[in-house]
T-cell receptor, first 114, second 113 residues
């Protein structure tokens, strides 16, 4: 089974609108962390937001928030008020702390339209 | 503090040659991982080093090797280059057991001709 699943290869959003990028995960490790990275065309992976498996509240970082539903094993990224500079690939990732493993999803390419 | 530094940024090599890529992690980070990214295969894990020891290894042929030095700097070597090795190679570092993921470098874009 895939450890990280991102079912949206590509998405379009209108500038200033909100967008949700989906991510589901699979793990038997009780201690894990979920991450979202942004990769613009330049290639660098930019860390956006983190959610620990024991965190009860959803993480937020500026315009980014992570909708964490532990029972459903989902960790969707919500970007509010999209900007043209948000156009990039977005990767969901998981770190299993007890198993010491790190997994990436296949990514979602987000295009923000003016 | 300085981020993860990868050198060189771009590289063009000929089939059959070998190449060495370098990665300097964030100061204090002892774990360094390498990933290969291609349009067709996405991000694929190569290997991870911690305190000069290879801790994890992905499913790549033996032509791909790496090492880590006592200052945590890491090198990745690819011998007998093939056209399919053309990719973006990303290095990432992390603290030992911290609650954060990896910090990535800007990558080395390797083109094999």
């Amino acid at each position: 089974a895939q450890k990280i699943t991102q079912t949206q290869p590509g998405m379009f959003v209108q500038e200033k609108e909100a967008v949700t990028l989906d991510c589901t995960y699979d793990t038997s490790d009780q201690s894990y962390g979920l991450f979202w990275y942004k990769q613009p065309s330049s290639g660098e992976m930019i860390f956006l937001i983190y959610q620990g498996s024991y965190d009860e509240q959803n993480a937020t970082e500026g315009r980014y928030s992570l909708n964490f539903q532990k029972a459903r094993k989902s960790a969707n990224l919500v970007i509010s008020a999209s900007q043209l500079g948000d156009s990039a690939m977005y990767f969901c990732a998981m770190r299993e702390y007890n198993f010491n493993k790190f997994y990436f999803g296949s990514g979602t390419k987000l295009n923000v339209k003016p | 503090k300085a981020g993860v530094t990868q050198t060189p940024r771009y590289l063009i090599k000929t089939r059959g040659q070998q190449v060495t890529l370098s990665c300097s992690p964030i100061s204090g980070h002892r774990s360094v991982s390498w990933y290969q990214q291609t349009p067709g295969q996405g991000l694929q894990f190569l290997f991870e080093y911690f305190s000069e020891t290879q801790r994890n290894k992905g499913n790549f042929p033996g032509r791909f090797s790496g090492r880590q030095f006592s200052n945590s700097r890491s090198e990745m070597n690819v011998s007998t280059l093939e056209l399919g090795d053309s990719a973006l190679y990303l290095c990432a570092s992390t603290s030992s057991w911290g609650n954060y993921g990896y910090t990535f470098g800007s990558g080395t874009r390797l083109t094999v001709v």
